[in-house]
């Protein structure tokens, strides 16, 4: 299985908000789609906290070497 990029899955969570927000789902698919959903943005949380913590470990890196 491919490994999901951050720019995937908020793709994907756009076309899913973009469904509920036309209406396109029947009341058995929105149940479906709204775990899909809560599961992508937990992903992206996930990959946001990551990244914050590596870009916060280079700063901090980047400060000793300069003191």
């Known amino acids: 299985m491919k490994k999901r990029t ?7 969570l756009e ?7 036309n209406n396109e789902l029947e009341i058995d698919d929105l149940a479906e789609k709204i775990k899909e959903a809560n599961k992508i943005i937990t992903f992206c949380k996930d990959k946001l906290t990551k990244a914050d913590a590596e870009i916060e470990k280079l700063l901090s ?5 300069k003191e």
Request: cysteine-free; glycine content about 6%.
């Open 6 to 12: 951050y720019s995937e899955a908020m793709a994907q």
């Open 15 to 21: 076309e899913i908000v973009r469904q509920i927000d």
């Open 61 to 65: 890196n980047g400060q000793e070497s």
